[in-house]
């Protein structure tokens, strides 16, 4: 992922053409990720195409998941993992593999598509493409937390006295920042929280620590969010100064010109790469494949970050960013940052119902 920014500068390929007239029409079905296609990113598809998106929007990896398995992938043509939930989606059996003739993937970043490729390639076949990436790390109120720079930035740091009552963030997320604070500190060793992904015996070794101390320490949470908007209202409605977040949300309203900012702790900012994926009882195939080959165009890559406050993964996209989304990126991502982001590994099932059990316990404590 670091070497992204620099590749965005390669050459980028002609403009975008429909060549197929059978799938420059009809409708196409999505599930997706409710931040991450601003507008006028699907107005400006069916201008081009004549298609007709129907978007069905979610928050988190698990509705997703649980909506997939409910109907077994019917009435959606493409949906949209996190590049660690690879294992999951495998074992859930919905998605169909890629036709590589049929997509146009030299645009996108090789450090991106490899994050596909890597651990979405099973059976003969590619089930997973890149959308855009970002990270989550800590979030703050710069007119009420003045101060903070990235020299001394922490997970823990969202446990300092001050910020009691002040704080948000998602339960899951906060058990593993707080193991990478407790790695890079030395008071929990941890292969900077790799081990817990060894083994079920590991991760409840290591988990087993982490979940008492949120415990006796969740006063100093506000609120649990669980979606952009509602992270966004944390900071803007709900008294919240500080937090653990993705940057989209925090980078939305700083882009607005709203006192918060985002950064990349010590321990290293959390990154993900969301993606698309066909999935097996697709009706709109040809339609799907025209989708993606557009969001892999410079120009829309570039419009989903500016709207959105992610990242883009296609080269010649930093040519189309706007100068507040760049400035954004560079504050955000200071020093060594790029280089000490922590990418999220594979995430078997076991670790998943894991992890949920740990989350639920410290939210109802």
């Given amino acids: ?19 197929d007239a059978f799938s420059s029409s009809g409708e196409l079905n999505i599930l997706n990720w409710a931040d991450e296609l601003p507008e006028p990113v699907l107005p400006e598809f069916t201008k081009k195409t004549g298609i007709k998106v129907n978007s069905t929007p979610f928050s988190q990896n698990e509705e997703q998941i649980n909506k997939l398995q ?23 059996g919905v998605l169909a ?9 030299d645009n996108v970043l090789p450090a991106m598509l490899e994050g596909s490729t890597s651990v979405w390639t099973w059976d003969g076949g590619l089930y997973h493409v890149p959308h855009c990436w970002g990270s989550e790390a800590i979030a703050w109120r710069s007119d009420l937390a003045p101060g903070l720079t990235y020299d001394k930035l922490s997970y823990g740091t969202l446990w300092a006295p001050e910020f009691k009552g002040k704080m948000q963030g998602r339960p899951h997320s906060l058990l593993l920042g707080i193991g990478l604070w407790w790695d890079k500190t030395g008071k929990l060793p941890s292969n900077r929280m790799m081990d817990a992904f060894k083994d079920e015996a590991t991760m409840k070794k290591i988990y087993d620590q982490i979940l008492p101390f949120a415990i006796e320490n969740k006063a100093q949470v506000k609120q649990f969010w669980d979606s952009a908007d509602n992270t966004k209202s944390g900071f803007m409605e709900n008294g919240c100064v500080i937090g653990q977040t993705w940057d989209g949300p925090a980078l939305s309203l700083k882009k607005d010109g709203k006192p918060v900012t985002y950064m990349a702790p010590q321990e290293g900012a959390i990154a993900w790469i969301d993606g698309w994926s066909l999935i097996k009882a697709a009706k709109n195939v040809p339609q799907a494949y025209e989708f993606v080959n557009f969001m892999h ?23 189309f960013l706007s100068e507040v989304a760049k400035k954004n990126f560079a504050e955000a991502y200071p020093g060594n940052a790029l280089d000490n982001l922590w990418n999220r590994p594979p995430e078997p099932s076991w670790y998943a119902e894991l992890r949920t059990q740990y989350a639920e316990k410290f939210k109802a404590a």
């Fill in 297 to 319: 165009t410079p120009e829309i890559s570039a419009m989903v970050a500016n709207g959105s406050g992610y990242n883009p993964v296609v080269k010649g996209a930093d040519k």
């Fill in 97 to 105: 593999p890629y036709d590589m003739a049929k997509l146009k993937l």
């Fill in 1 to 19: 992922m670091k070497g992204a920014l620099a590749a965005g500068t390669m050459a980028a390929a002609g403009p975008y053409l429909v060549r």
């Fill in 70 to 92: 409910a109907t077994e992938g019917e009435g959606f043509d493409l949906c949209a993992p996190t590049r660690d939930r690879a294992p999951q989606f495998q074992e859930l």
